[in-house]
């Protein structure tokens, strides 16, 4: 049995760890409301643009001058899998669930036969990838020092892999990253970039929203300058809604490690209490024998 002293050793360890743990879930709760509020704000921005950009689209069905960004190389044997994650950890299952829907993605398009490329958003994201598809990765991008995210920050993610793209680096780009829903629920989603994911509509529907758009300049010369912003705009997106992902998961696993090291703070007093009262049972009874003998 361990002694009284490593009993005490242990015991003021895991208050030490709780106290670390219960700092931790009071910041992501503080960082929490305002990364949930600007992934909402983001929603509605990147939404209407999306359903824009369909609406353009309509119309440059069959055109041979519509944008590559829309249309695509016509190939889709290369394919670019951005997998966007944390780069710290202690935040649960956030960045293993990420690394899970990427996961099946890519050996869903290597069991198909196809080229696929990795490009990692976070630190945790390449390190748990790698130990698998090393060969597969062709660059990483770490956002450790940045403090609030700003759309700067994915605008230059998003001219490197349009650089890829206009080099004929892929053929098809998809983003995988965690949908916040609640503090306790985040939903991996794969989200197609390259080429833009489009919803053709009936010959002579309206436009979303019930609106009929006459465009000037006309489509092509519209979406030329639209698409390549669509595209940082869904990663900006998809980095916020990991950032509150990240929050709300991070603010969950601590406090459940708060809670856990109070059972054991617990669990660990009683036994010193009992092994502290054995002891001293043990004493009395070496005393009062030896009294007797006498």
């Not at 309206?206 to 006459?214: C, E, I, L, Q, W």
């Not at 912003?229 to 980095?239: D, H, M, P, T």
Request: charged share 25%; with cysteine.
């Amino acid at each position: 049995m361990p002694s009284l002293k490593a009993f005490r050793n242990r015991i003021t360890s895991v208050k030490a760890t709780r106290k670390i743990t219960r700092a931790m879930q009071m910041v992501a709760a503080s960082k929490l409301k305002r990364a949930q509020d600007a992934a909402q704000a983001a929603r509605p921005y990147a939404e209407r643009m999306a359903a824009v950009i369909s609406s353009l689209a309509g119309s440059m069905t069959g055109n041979p001058g519509a944008p590559r960004l829309l249309t695509g190389t016509g190939s889709d044997r290369v394919h670019l899998v951005i997998v966007a994650t944390a780069d710290r950890g202690l935040c649960g299952g956030f960045n293993t669930n990420i690394v899970r829907r990427a996961r099946l993605l890519i050996d869903a398009l290597l069991n198909e036969g196809k080229e696929v490329k990795i490009f990692c958003v976070g630190r945790k994201g390449r390190d748990q990838l790698r130990r698998l598809y090393s060969r597969y990765i062709i660059d990483t991008v770490e956002l450790t020092g940045v403090k609030r995210l700003a759309f700067s920050d994915a605008l230059g993610i998003a001219r490197r892999v349009l650089d890829m793209y206009a080099e004929g680096q892929f053929d098809l780009a998809t983003i995988v990253y965690a949908r916040f829903k609640s503090v306790i629920s985040q939903e991996p989603t794969a989200q197609r970039l390259i080429p833009a994911p489009v919803e053709i509509a009936p010959q002579g529907a309206p436009a979303a929203g019930g609106a009929v758009y006459d465009y000037e300049p006309d489509e092509a010369e519209i979406l030329a300058d639209l698409l390549p912003r669509n595209v940082a705009v869904q990663i900006f997106r998809a980095l916020l809604e990991n950032a509150a992902s990240e929050q709300g998961a991070r603010m969950s696993a601590m406090d459940s490690a708060t809670r856990n090291a109070g059972e054991v703070i617990d669990r660990l007093t009683l036994q010193y209490n009992r092994s502290r009262q054995a002891m001293i049972t043990k004493e009395l009874i070496e005393i009062i024998s030896g009294a007797e003998a006498i």
